[in-house]
């Protein structure tokens, strides 16, 4: 327990506020800052003259009030010349967006994956990098990069980023944030996490968690990956590693065999696997497109479809109970793949939570898809990569 | 998103910081305490003469330094005129303890229940305010009571400590916050929350999970209660009924039936019934002594309580995989009767660990006793009396 913050502190506090305002709120008035603050407007006029020094603001006219008169104007994020990058190591891509301050996406760049000579971390950084590059080429002159985050589906120890285990990808103890140091240079700023969490703070803030403290994001691909937000905050556990849900035993006596090691694991009852295998598909169909063919198939009457995804279903309403329970969430989001199939599951997954949790714990529980579509996990990496320019505007690595 | 404190508001942080300091850590010189909280001493000097001035602390010279020449003073809380009472709502007992600032138990009450009438929650509060009487009078001259915290086995929600379904002792939407402060008067500041929330807190101020930021705990009496510590925090969830750890599903098809309405709950499986009904004790038989005789039979070498043990230990080793899958806590505690219970299925709840969750996440995994052995939850319930105290020593309601 640490004494309260000096005078400096409070002022970078004040300006990191007011800076994640408008990142996250878009444009807002000066004398909207101050009201939200709980700040006096000389104090605010003098927060936002220190970021617009530093380039991070600039006061405008508002593009359309639709009111006549003259218009206040407006605190606005530098969009076009303070960018984050954000990557996105997936199981069968890569992909990489420049992401201006305040959440737009400027340009993106995305590849299969692996190709060859790529399944190694080194592989995966050197394309990224290239594609930083490209990205970078893009930009307006003077823009600068404030940081770069990196999703990886796997165990990515906290703080460092270290992955740990990778199995989709075939990773294990990978340093691939160094890899990707090493290639960006020195005054790059690069943090690495898990998917979900990343998807988990992005539907948080900006997606269908967005005003909501307590939600859990599931996000399918050919794992299943999990995200907390428990009271405002990412649950990360003791070392990085919280969220965890594709391994949450649902099936513990007689259940599939996992890719973990262990069996009855949701991701192996209700995985791309699982629902593939029940729907009668060959070991060769994978990916999202053969997903979406059995949920496309079930919405056509096909018999086998809806049996697959009635039991798919169900396993996921057990995982969901069990979320529920443990964590009283006011909002459960499925993202990835398992948007598809809990829109054509959902029946089967509700009747699940309706007799595996307590009412009062489900009197305010939303189910819902991913606000940002495919994008949520990429989101999540910008606001990684965005993460120390906000936390201190003027003192940045970059900055 | 609000601004940064003003100097008014550092000073209660960080006269709040210094007395949890000491009720926490114990005795410490102004020397200490300022190193501790990185502060000067001519800061901490003003602080102690605050909080001394308000009669919550003293400097006096140590007990025994175990040292030659003149010792220096040390900041002591006052343990005997400064107190919180802790209520503990059991299934079977009610129990009231009078708790000095710093911790020391100084005085308990406790009798069977429910006894004739008392069934309801206005005779819960009528016998535990005659307690809070009783241990007022035995109080010196001049103490004064600074808070009331009061553990429910239930869905208790968060932040006002309504009682929303207590199944085991047979309550619902009950405002027993209400029913206490009527009973012991305007000034007295009363909470109500869930015991395993309070067990879990206890653990990780004072006892198996100190120094732990992400822990567990499992209390077992009728049911299973859990607490979550996340991140140093009491995971609520979105309305005080996180950690239900009793209701995680780990036999979703053709468990045994549990009392919430659902069926294949760790509570089920692997609570005082299903201990007892495994060893084949009658449904007459309940209660911790129970459950104790059949872990001295096991001891002893009874085939059919070993047999049971194992069973439990299983079912216990599928919730705790679940647990540790999905929060990655570095401690699991085990209290109430699963204290008893742990330590004679350690070896087959460890096993289901083995196989049911990633190397990884068990690395660093500890699985530990209760610290506080029987009392937990009455020093969680009293952390919980002195809460408003600590956030704010100045100014707290009995203040």
């Known amino acids: 327990m640490r004494a309260g913050p000096s005078q400096e502190e409070i002022r970078r506090h004040n300006l990191s506020t ?16 101050a009201d939200r603050m709980g700040l006096n407007r000389s104090t605010i006029l003098g927060l936002v003259n220190d970021l617009t020094t530093a380039g991070l ?62 399944r190694e971390p080194g592989g995966a950084a050197d394309r990224l990098a290239a594609f930083a590059r490209e990205l970078a080429a893009g930009a307006a002159p003077g823009s600068r990069c404030v940081g770069v985050g990196a999703a990886v589906r796997g165990l990515v120890r906290h703080p460092d980023g270290l992955v740990r285990r990778a199995p989709n990808i075939g990773w294990t103890e990978q340093d691939f944030r160094a890899e990707l140091a090493d290639r960006l240079g020195p005054d790059t700023s690069v943090a690495v996490d898990n998917e979900a969490n990343l998807g988990a703070l992005a539907e948080h803030l900006r997606g269908a968690g967005a005003g909501f403290d307590d939600l859990v994001y599931l996000h399918g691909d050919a794992g299943i990956g ?36 262990s069996s009855g694991c949701l991701e192996a009852e209700a995985g791309e696997r699982a629902l593939l295998d029940a729907a009668g598909r060959g070991p060769e169909t994978t990916g999202p497109a053969a997903v979406r063919a059995v949920v496309d198939a079930a919405d056509r009457g096909d018999i086998a479809a809806r049996a697959a995804l009635h039991q798919v279903g169900d396993w996921l309403g057990v995982g969901v109970s069990n979320l529920v329970n443990l964590l009283n969430p006011r909002v459960v989001i499925f993202g990835g793949i398992l948007r598809d199939v809990y829109l054509s599951s959902a ?19 939303r189910l819902r898809v991913s606000g940002l579509g495919t994008d949520s996990v990429l989101v999540g990496a910008a606001e990684l990569g965005f993460a120390a320019l906000l936390a201190d505007p003027l003192e940045s690595p970059a900055g």
């Not at 639709?66 to 190591?89: E, I, K, N, W």
């Not at 029946?347 to 714990?361: D, F, G, K, M, P």
Request: proline share 5%; with cysteine.
């Open 226 to 261: 999990g995200g907390i937000i428990a009271g405002g905050r990412l649950l990360r556990g003791a070392d990085g590693y919280g969220g965890e849900v594709g391994h949450l035993i649902v099936n513990p006596r007689g259940g599939r065999r996992c890719g973990c090691g």
């Open 57 to 118: 603001v600039a006061e405008e006219t508002p593009r359309d009030t639709g009111r006549a008169g003259r218009p206040s104007l407006v605190v606005r994020p530098a969009a076009d010349h303070v960018y984050a990058l954000a990557f996105d190591v997936g199981v069968d891509h890569l992909t990489a967006a420049r992401v201006g301050l305040g959440g737009a996406f400027l340009a993106r760049r995305s590849t299969a994956w692996p190709g060859a000579g790529e």
């Open 18 to 33: 007011l800076l994640r305002h408008v990142h996250l709120g878009g444009p807002a008035s000066r004398a909207v800052l």
């Open 347 to 365: 029946a089967q997954i509700r009747s699940r939570i309706n007799t595996s949790t307590h009412a009062v714990l489900r009197e305010s529980l």
